[in-house]
């Protein structure tokens, strides 16, 4: 997936796109237990977040050296990250008028519930 911003991009645009990064954050982590992972994870997934909303490279935001237990943690957060992005995206394109149903994941669906 490509960022939702263009490189191009004025600075109030990339504050606007680092918000939205920072809010579905928050909301990944916060609910769940999701607090629970390491630090080095959580960066990594706000990593992800940051580059798909405003651009930022990953490698940018990585302070830890390859092959060490932090570097796989924040590469872990990275993979989160960008299933969390997947996920929103989805959301968003289902929600907007003229989009197709929205189909329900198997674990989402009530039984007798017909999609």
């Known amino acids: 997936m490509k960022p939702a911003i263009s490189p191009s991009a004025s600075g109030k645009e ?3 796109q680092l918000a939205k990064a920072e809010a579905l ?3 990944s982590f916060n609910c769940l237990g999701l607090t629970a ?3 080095e994870h959580q960066r990594g997934a706000l990593a992800a977040l940051i580059w798909h909303f405003a651009g930022i490279e990953i490698t940018e935001n990585c302070p830890y050296k390859f092959g060490t237990v932090e570097f796989d943690a924040f590469s872990a957060g ?3 990250g960008r299933l ?3 996920e929103y995206s989805e959301r968003q394109r289902a929600q ?3 989009s197709t149903k929205q189909k329900l994941r198997p674990g989402n669906r ?3 519930m017909e999609e």
Request: proline fraction near 10%.
């Open 14 to 16: 990339k504050d606007e």
């Open 25 to 27: 954050f928050k909301e």
């Open 37 to 39: 992972h390491s630090i």
């Open 78 to 80: 990275v993979r989160a």
């Open 84 to 86: 969390k992005y997947k």
């Open 96 to 98: 907007k008028p003229g």
């Open 110 to 112: 009530l039984p007798g």
